[in-house]
């Protein structure tokens, strides 16, 4: 099932389960750039350059859509005050993984980008309107990350159980399993006015019941 069906202002899908525990979208972010830096060293009067014994990269920025219930800006407003509590003057070094994968547009996968310890460093303001049915709430995030991953494969299943990342597709499948459950008749126990006793509805024979045997000729009198 082609997930974009859920949001096609995004081709981006990312997740991160210590945050949010369900994936959501992002219209905007960046593959980072990667600097290595130079040694310079010198001998007999000559230049060399070195390779250097670090990597640096770019901050990471992050566009992300916001649901109608705003939960993905709770979720990242609350791990930010978590890392910084303001009431106490505590704080905490608190980091976390995220994923991304970025869809074409046809909706055809092409590849996953994987950040390693994540701290969030800026949450923008959010600019709210009600003059347009169609507007899409966004917030701006900057991310200082470790290291980073470009990867071709995707982020296996069994990595994203891990994660404990709830898929809309799963979210949806269950809601409508529950649906189904709550319908079936036979778990509808109603009082059978022929007898006196309960009984599920599908094996009433009383018309007040509003089963199935209504009609006169399906009564078992």
């Known amino acids: 099932m082609n997930r974009l069906n859920y949001a096609q202002r995004s081709n981006f899908i990312a997740g991160t389960s210590e945050v949010f525990k369900y994936e959501f ?12 830096n130079s040694i310079e060293s010198f001998s007999q009067g000559m230049k060399h350059i070195l390779t250097g014994d670090s990597v640096t990269h770019s901050e990471l920025d ?4 916001i649901d109608e219930d705003f939960l993905v800006y709770q979720a990242f407003k609350d791990w930010m005050e978590k890392s910084v509590d303001q009431k106490s003057g505590s704080f905490a070094n608190r980091e976390f993984t ?4 970025v ?21 923008s303001d959010v600019q709210l309107s009600t003059t347009d049915d169609t507007f899409t709430n966004t917030m701006t995030i900057s991310v200082d990350y470790d290291w ?6 995707g982020l296996p299943d069994e990595w994203k159980k891990d994660f404990k990342i709830i898929t809309i597709n799963d ?18 126990i109603k009082d059978c006015e022929l007898n006196g006793e309960k009984v599920p509805v599908t094996e009433c024979c009383c018309a007040a019941c509003d089963c199935i045997c209504e009609d006169d000729d399906e009564r078992d009198l």
């Open 171 to 188: 979210e949806t499948e269950s809601e409508s399993e529950e649906s189904e459950e709550e319908e079936d008749p036979d778990l509808i």
């Open 25 to 36: 979208y992002i219209q905007e972010f960046n593959l980072p750039s990667l600097t290595i």
């Open 98 to 101: 995220f994923y991304c994968d």
């Open 62 to 65: 992050l566009t992300v859509m």
């Open 103 to 123: 869809h074409n547009s046809k909706g055809n996968y092409l590849f996953t980008v994987m950040f390693y310890g994540c701290k969030i460093q800026t949450m």
């Open 148 to 153: 980073f991953e470009f990867k071709r494969s």
